[in-house]
């Protein structure tokens, strides 16, 4: 072999080795389909806060993290996070539990990227389970997935640079309850948490879409910090190259959805946000919304796209900065 092409090869794979690449880890449709059965099923009941079925889902998301050798953050060995009866203002019958996880940041540990979905959701009425596959079991196993590559790449000498927090919300069906509790007893401090990012529901495709499954919505990506909407668009259209629909994200929509769901409590924290999102459909908040009907497909891609820009802000060089005229 000519030498100058031997140390060339040789460079690229030291290159490739000692990198930080991503492209190469992918979401598992199967362990997506597993998770959501599971916290989609007859016996988690609708998971409505501090109720039974809520209970349980808490125990299996934890049991979880627990397998998968994520660390439990100080304080919250068993990877729950309490929350009073109180603190719900009548809108539950008992205590909730927010669920976290962690991964420490090799370089920077003390700046925390924090993804988040919440696990409740409507509980039963009469004979009636509310099942809440796509709201929100898709984007509680998108988590569940994405913690495992990341887990997977620190195995192989990939840890991220900055740490990363998976909370799993309670209380959001009720008011936002789960989230807002976290943002004012955090775990981390809010003035080191540089980015949420927030799904919630991305198992379905709506009536807009029919004919191009392969889409997303974002919303709040620009709304505090440019730099973070430069970077998503960046990084979808270098990897899965979906359409990132936008529609929900102008301030005169009526459907106020950057107001709706839990990253709308780190934004008023200052912290930049992005909700992903598939839309509503004929199942939303009806015992209706069953696993049968998510498309794993749709739901592995936009996961890998929330893994590949977790990874992007996790590991560049500066944190994500807040725009100057955006800050509240």
């Given at each position: 072999?000519?030498k100058l092409l031997f140390f060339l090869l040789l460079f690229t794979v030291i290159s490739c080795s000692s990198g930080q690449s991503y492209t190469e880890y992918a979401s598992d449709p199967i ?23 809520q209970k349980l889902a808490a125990a299996y998301l934890a049991k979880y993290y627990s397998e998968l050798k994520l660390e439990a953050p100080a304080g919250h060995e068993d990877y729950l996070q ?179 769901s839990d990253h709308y409590n780190f934004a008023m924290n200052n912290i930049p946000v992005i909700f992903y999102f598939n839309g509503t459909h004929e199942d939303y908040h009806k015992p209706t ?40």
């Open positions: 072999m000519n362990n997506l389909k597993q998770h959501i059965s599971q916290l989609a099923s007859a016996e988690f009941g609708g998971r409505k806060t501090g109720e039974k079925g309490h929350i009073p009866v109180e603190f719900f203002n009548g809108r539950s019958k008992d205590k909730g539990e927010n669920v976290l996880a962690f991964i420490k940041g090799s370089k920077y540990p003390e700046e925390v990227l924090v993804l988040s979905a919440h696990y409740d959701h409507l509980g039963t009425k009469g004979e009636d389970i509310y099942f809440g596959a796509d709201d929100d079991a898709s984007g509680n196993a998108a988590l569940m997935e994405i913690a495992r590559l990341f887990q997977k790449a620190k195995t192989e000498g990939k840890q991220p640079e900055r740490s990363i927090l998976f909370l799993h919300v309670c209380g959001e069906e009720i008011g936002l309850f789960g989230s807002k509790y976290y943002t004012s007893h955090p775990v981390f401090p809010l003035k080191q948490t540089v980015v949420n990012l927030n799904v919630d529901m991305v198992g379905r495709i709506d009536d807009k879409h029919k004919n191009n499954p392969d889409y997303v919505y974002l919303i709040g990506s620009d709304k505090l910090s440019s730099e973070l909407h430069d970077l998503s668009e960046k990084i979808n259209k270098e990897t899965v190259n979906l359409e990132l629909d936008y529609t929900y994200n102008n301030d005169n929509d009526p459907n106020r959805y950057y107001y709706r919304d069953t696993e049968d009907k998510i498309n794993y497909d749709a739901l592995s891609k936009r996961t890998n796209l929330i893994f590949y820009t977790a990874w992007e802000i996790a590991n560049r060089k500066e944190r994500i900065g807040v725009d100057d005229k955006k800050l509240k």
